[in-house]
């Protein structure tokens, strides 16, 4: 299974940037870099994905190394709403997710 | 519109018995996927349908754990002579069409305790 490395947990105050860092040092050339975040008690949900150019939407940006072995999840202004476990996952194999163990964000006020 | 629905939220049944955990993806979704999730872990992969028919059923632990889509629509995750390692959240997730660029949006899961 493909195997990506998350810090076990993050904390940033409110209303700074985050930036959430990810390695997939064995990633492929065509696989795309999705980003999950689960809120307690709730499934999991979609932020971003992309493959080698960076991306931005409405949630957050997603920058990827020029090598695509790491990326990075900005979240530009972090609220209480944002505490959650982020997941990076690449490789989805025909659709299937693989998780790992994730980022858990913590917002203080 | 009306998201991924999971039913029932929560169940708690016995050791040994039969359980069934239904799924109604969003209107149109090709592609349905259960995963499971333990405390304190991320979701891990069951099965996928594209269609009626299961697409990779690779990650379904053994052979008390059978899932069906018979319409290609609402799908119903069965589980024999359910055992207290059985205990976990359920989740359900569906995506317009399967593939790496596709969404997958989440139901809120089915809780499962196996007394």
């Known amino acids: 299974d493909a195997k990506t490395t998350q810090p076990n947990s993050m904390e940033s105050n409110e209303e700074e940037p985050v930036h959430l860092p990810c390695n997939h040092s064995?990633?492929?050339?065509?696989?795309?870099i999705h980003w999950y975040r689960q809120l307690p008690s709730q499934g999991p949900e979609y932020v971003i994905h992309?493959?080698?150019s960076n991306v931005n939407n409405r949630m957050a940006s997603l920058a990827i190394a020029e090598d695509r072995k790491s990326s990075t999840l900005i979240l530009h202004r972090a609220t209480l709403r944002d505490a959650a476990v982020y997941y990076c996952?690449?490789?989805?194999?025909?659709?299937?997710?693989?998780f790992g163990q994730g980022t858990e964000l913590s917002v203080k006020p | 519109g009306a998201g991924v629905s999971q039913t029932p939220s929560n169940k708690v049944t016995e050791k040994g018995k039969y359980v069934e955990l239904r799924c109604d993806p969003i209107?149109?979704?090709?592609?349905l996927y259960w995963y499971r999730q333990s405390l304190g872990q991320g979701p891990e992969f069951l099965i996928y349908?594209?269609?009626?028919?299961?697409?990779?059923d690779s990650g379904l632990p053994n052979d008390r754990f059978f899932a069906v889509r018979p319409e290609g629509s609402v799908s119903t995750l069965k589980i024999q002579r359910t055992e207290r390692g059985d205990s976990a959240v359920y989740l359900c997730?569906?995506?317009?069409?399967?593939?790496?660029?596709?969404?997958?949006?989440f139901g809120p899961g089915t809780r499962l305790t196996v007394l």
């Open positions: 064995t990633i492929s050339g065509t696989d795309y």
């Open positions: 997730a569906s995506s317009r069409l399967a593939g790496g660029q596709d969404t997958q949006y």
């Open positions: 349908f594209q269609g009626t028919g299961a697409a990779d």
């Open positions: 992309g493959l080698t």
């Open positions: 996952i690449y490789d989805n194999q025909g659709g299937k997710l693989i």
């Open positions: 209107s149109g979704h090709t592609a």
